[in-house]
């Protein structure tokens, strides 16, 4: 697109530094930083009422923070910067009685672009996104995974130098969430700085460059997923023909799950291996032994839920 | 970053415009003017016209009858008769009022039950004309026409002390439609502001407009654009019907008619601007199209009741005391001070005044419903307190 040439050289990084908000007496931000470079997906993860819309919010500034900035390639984000994000709110809205092409010209024309600049974005963005024939319905007679279509093409409409998309995969099916996932890792190629929020871990994990996870209103961990999940304790995958409950008295071992197979453990800092190959070939034929890397999941588990940060 | 203002108020423009609820509700209340100026007609217009059928001898007499019963405002239609027998069946079906034969001095009118008293005085009067030139002629007068002529240049000097007044029914009957539009355009579109604010809420499409352009950008593009939806119908329906009642003769006063639709414009617009910050900050309250109602109840009675009092010191007395300090509240000046200016003269001061309280209201207002708006319009889930979006 002729757009995007235009502004794939313009490189921002986006830093979100020392949020504070409270809500009366709730504190819903504490301190919340990190960085997503240029070209960068970054994953935003927690629990339910972590904080992580609160953040999108005031990177929009649609919600002021009490303290803390937002940083565009270093200088305080402002107006005109803020019309270069593409946006994706919790709370999908779009005008219900629009047709679909209007909707989206309408939107692009805010953004500063042209008509015919608007018109063109629209109709490519249509077409990208697999609704070419619902562009003159209404948005209300649209299923919900088509209006999240819509929307999305509504956050791209205006060619963003920065994707701000919070749950963008939620309430799509399989095949939207594939087209999801291409643009936003499009995107991130041209140089674009993608921040998503997903509860969807396992998407994330495959996606994402970087990513966050908030708990309680303060960021618990940044990194690529190899730096958090390294950092993590050994986990070990033991296959054995007996008994389950063969690991419960191993000293310094706990047994995370079991996928059938084999059962997964998680080690203490200084337990020992041996000690764990030791019980298992007590308890039976031995099939499997071996070190894996923590899941998203696991990770998140361990962080959030039991409040183990490192 | 006007052009945010532009594009939202071109949204609302277009949109509106083109909804069929537009042009039928347009159409429908022109309709209904129109039947009432037909109504006019029927009652003052059509009732009042004689139709006249000339027979014989005396249709040469249709062109002076025609004359004298213009002279005295009295509508007729000459037509000639040929067929006796047929008259008679017009006159029984009503479509003939009279049959006049013979000649002038002697005339014999036949009618259905009795004869219209003031038709009867015209013909009597010319046949009274007729008898009195033959008798000057006979009595040896060189120049009976002449004399005649001057007879009936006689006039008498009247003088009026209250030359208006004749008018003043009309000029009520202006006012009085004026004030009825105002509240109607005022009371409809300042309802679809506050429809617009709470739809945009409920919908959620607020939070990535607010992403890109401010609140008072949205709102100020809002109410220019509904705004200049009713400004258009309004001055369309009001156009309509003046020209519909010029067209029938129900309204004689044009000057007045188009000065009145002037000024109702004027303050349509100033009353539009007044009531639409005060219904977009009452609909930013709430976030759901079920609550609106009852947030928007306090504004729309404020204007019913500066339409159902106002209109009636109107009626009553249009330069009365009450008329005239009612319409110098700023609330209310919207819709009584175009009705006045309709119905009666006021003065250029108590003009000046109601507009000067009207702007200053306006400023006031919009700055609380603006500032309102801003702080309730993100506000999600139950009915926002007033104080608290004061506050923000
Ligand atoms: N308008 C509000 N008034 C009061 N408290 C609020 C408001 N909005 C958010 N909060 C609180 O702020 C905290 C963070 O909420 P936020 O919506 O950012 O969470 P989240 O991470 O997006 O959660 P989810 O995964 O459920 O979307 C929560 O405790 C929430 O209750
Ligand atoms: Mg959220």
Not at chain 2, 144 to 152: R, W
């Amino acid at each position: 697109m002729a757009l995007d040439a235009q502004h794939t050289a313009v490189r921002y990084a986006v830093e979100v530094a020392g949020l504070c908000k409270r809500y009366g007496d709730v504190v819903a931000l504490n301190d919340v930083g990190f960085t997503v470079g240029p070209g960068e997906l970054f994953g935003f993860v927690g629990s339910n009422g972590a904080g992580k819309t609160t953040t999108m919010r005031i990177m929009l500034g649609v919600l002021a923070a009490d303290a803390g900035e937002v940083r565009v390639g270093g200088t305080p984000i402002d107006r005109e910067t803020r019309a270069r994000i593409g946006y994706m709110p919790e709370e999908r809205g779009l005008y219900p009685k629009m047709t679909v092409r209007d909707q989206l010209v309408y939107l692009a024309r805010l953004h500063g672009l042209s008509t015919n600049d608007a018109h063109t974005a629209a109709e490519n963005w249509i077409r990208r996104l697999g609704i070419t024939d619902r562009r003159d319905d209404e948005i209300q007679k649209l299923s919900l995974g088509n209006q999240q279509r819509v929307q999305l093409a509504a956050a791209l409409v205006h060619d963003p130098a920065l994707l701000v998309l919070d749950e963008p995969f939620s309430g799509l099916d399989p095949v939207a969430v594939d087209v999801m996932s291409e643009v936003l890792k499009e995107k991130a190629a041209q140089g674009v700085p993608v921040v998503f929020s997903s509860h969807q871990l396992a998407l994330v994990e495959r996606l994402c460059d970087r990513l966050g996870i908030i708990r309680d209103g303060a960021m618990v961990a940044v990194g690529s997923i190899e730096e958090l999940t390294a950092a993590a304790t050994t986990r070990l995958r033991v296959g054995v023909d007996g008994a389950p409950g063969w690991a419960d008295d191993v000293a310094g071992v706990r047994v995370v799950g079991d996928d059938g197979d084999a059962t997964l453990l998680e080690l203490a800092q200084h337990a020992d291996e041996q000690a764990v190959l030791r019980a298992a070939m007590a308890a039976g034929r031995v099939t499997e032994f071996s070190r894996y890397r923590a899941t998203l999941a696991e990770l998140f588990r361990n962080v959030v839920v039991e409040g183990t940060a490192q | 970053m006007t052009s945010a203002v532009r594009l939202v108020a071109q949204r609302e423009l277009v949109l509106r415009l083109r909804t069929k609820w537009f042009l039928i509700g347009t159409l429908v209340i022109v309709a209904i003017m129109a039947g009432y100026v037909l109504l006019q007609m029927s009652f003052f217009g059509g009732e009042d016209r004689s139709r006249i059928g000339f027979a014989g001898q005396a249709t040469g007499l249709s062109e002076r009858v025609a004359d004298a019963a213009a002279e005295l405002d009295i509508d007729v239609e000459t037509t000639t008769v040929v067929d006796l027998t047929a008259a008679k069946a017009d006159l029984s079906d009503g479509s003939l009022d009279a049959v006049v034969s013979g000649t002038a001095a002697e005339m014999r009118v036949l009618v259905k039950e009795e004869l219209n008293p003031r038709l009867r005085a015209v013909l009597t009067e010319l046949s009274r004309q007729e008898v009195l030139t033959a008798k000057l002629a006979q009595a040896g007068v060189p120049d009976p026409t002449a004399v005649m002529a001057e007879a009936n240049a006689a006039r008498v000097d009247v003088t009026a002390i209250d030359p208006g007044s004749a008018a003043d029914d009309q000029r009520l009957a202006i006012g009085v439609i004026m004030v009825f539009l105002l509240f109607m355009s005022i009371n409809t579109y300042g309802t679809f502001v506050a429809q617009g604010v709470v739809e945009e809420k409920s919908s959620r499409v607020v939070e990535i407009l607010l992403a890109t352009i401010r609140p008072w950008q949205l709102l100020l593009g809002k109410i220019i654009g509904i705004g200049l939806v009713g400004l258009i119908q309004l001055v369309a329906i009001a156009a309509a019907g003046i020209a519909l009642a010029l067209a029938a003769d129900v309204l004689t006063l044009s000057s007045v008619a188009v000065s009145t639709l002037v000024w109702g414009a004027i303050w349509y617009l100033l009353g539009f601007f007044l009531y639409a910050a005060l219904f977009a900050g009452s609909g930013a309250l709430v976030s759901r199209q079920e609550d609106a109602q009852s947030v928007l109840t306090p504004v729309t009675l404020v204007l019913v009741v500066g339409f159902v009092a106002g209109l009636n010191v109107m009626i009553v007395d249009a330069d009365g005391v009450a008329a005239r300090a009612m319409s110098l509240v700023p609330l209310l000046s919207p819709v009584l001070m175009p009705g006045r200016i309709a119905a009666s003269d006021v003065a250029v001061w108590e003009l000046a005044l109601a507009i000067g309280l009207t702007l200053a209201t306006i400023a006031l207002v919009t700055y609380l419903g603006g500032r309102i708006y801003h702080n309730a319009v993100l506000h999600t889930g139950s009915r926002m307190k007033l104080t608290a979006a004061l506050r923000g």
